[in-house]
């Protein structure tokens, strides 16, 4: 058992490519129990809070994946850590992003008893930099930053691959701010 693996120092075996802590071969399921209480610490403190469970599970996502992969030129836990502190900064910039697109659609037209001139101009230039849009572009963007679902989720519902639905994102994202910015002479929010 690799019960010590979080201190010591591993080794990437150049005959087999396998990562290897003092000659024995990282097991996952070893790296998992060892080190789950730290990356659970780490991305709870990195997080602030909901998701911890979920970014966790990410973070363990990754190193399977990647597990063959670390060369052992430095700690375990420090590898562990680079991979908890970026899933948990692509988290957070995903979450701010959606709160950013859920503002901007607010699927619920304001009232327009309530509404100001500037909410009900805002709409307007939602829609309208939504219209400029592919339909392709549009589905994406609206599927995954305001009703939350996964790259994953929406490639399998579109049937193309996952780094297509990537792709429409980032042109969905940088077409509405263009369209929006257009529209308003400012930048979008």
Do not use: C
């Not at 996502?61 to 597990?67: A, I, S, T």
């Not at 052992?72 to 697109?101: D, N, Q």
């Not at 859920?102 to 939504?130: G, H, I, M």
């Not at 994953?152 to 691959?161: K, R, S």
């Amino acid at each position: 058992m690799l019960a010590y693996v979080r201190g010591s120092t591993a080794m990437a075996s150049s005959r087999t490519g396998v990562a290897t802590l003092d000659g024995e071969a990282l097991v996952f399921a070893d790296v998992y129990a060892a080190n789950f209480a730290f990356v659970y610490r780490v991305v709870a403190r990195l997080a602030g809070g909901g998701d911890v469970e979920d970014l966790v599970q990410e973070v363990f996502v990754v190193v399977h994946r990647r597990l063959r992969e670390f060369r052992g030129e430095a700690r375990l836990s420090t590898w562990l850590f680079r991979i908890a502190y970026r899933t948990v900064g692509a988290h957070v910039r995903r979450e701010r992003m959606r709160r950013r697109m859920r503002d901007l659609f607010a699927l619920n037209p304001p009232d327009a008893k309530e509404a100001t001139s500037d909410v009900l101009d805002r709409s307007r230039r939602v829609r309208e930099a939504l219209d400029r849009l592919s339909f392709a572009e549009r589905s994406a963007l609206v599927l995954f930053e305001v009703e939350g679902q996964s790259a994953a989720e929406l490639a399998e519902a579109f049937g193309v691959p996952v780094g297509t639905v990537y792709r429409r994102l980032h042109d969905a994202r940088r077409k509405f701010r263009a369209a929006y910015d257009a529209g308003t002479g400012e930048g979008a929010p």
